[in-house]
């Protein structure tokens, strides 16, 4: 029985050897043996990919906690900002303007201009 069984397992490692020669001699072989030699590398490549998702999870779950908590809570108020004049200069104005006083013939030109292109130049908030 003994002596069968290393028949057996020789015959099969025969054809085993020719089956691979004769793979080895197929056109694209080559490129298959690369893969699967490269195949090792490539998994450690994605195992540490992976180990790397773990960590962006933790952090996606922690920023959208934190935008429940904000978005739960009241909205904050907003801090008043200083007080600058209207020109934007950041210069006081040196002669308070009354109340009636008429405005000057710049002023008007530019108050036309604006009132003929329909608008104030600020861009208006998409609908």
Avoid: F, H, W
Wanted: hydrophobic share 30%; net charge positive; aromatic share 0%.
């Amino acid at each position: 029985m003994a002596q069968q069984s290393k028949d057996l397992l020789s015959k099969l490692t025969d054809r085993g050897e020719g089956v691979i020669g004769k793979i080895s001699e197929l056109p694209g072989a080559q490129g298959l043996m690369d893969a699967v030699g490269n195949l090792p590398e490539r998994l450690d490549d994605l195992t540490k990919r992976v180990r790397g998702l773990d960590a962006l999870e933790k952090r996606i779950e922690e920023l959208e906690r934190r935008v429940s908590e904000l978005g739960s809570g009241s909205a904050p108020k907003a801090k008043p900002r200083p007080a600058s004049s209207s020109a934007g200069s950041g210069r006081a104005r040196t002669t308070p303007r009354s109340a009636g006083a008429e405005k000057s013939e710049g002023a008007k030109r530019a108050g036309t201009a604006v009132q003929r292109s329909g608008g104030t130049g600020k861009k208006k908030p998409a609908s």
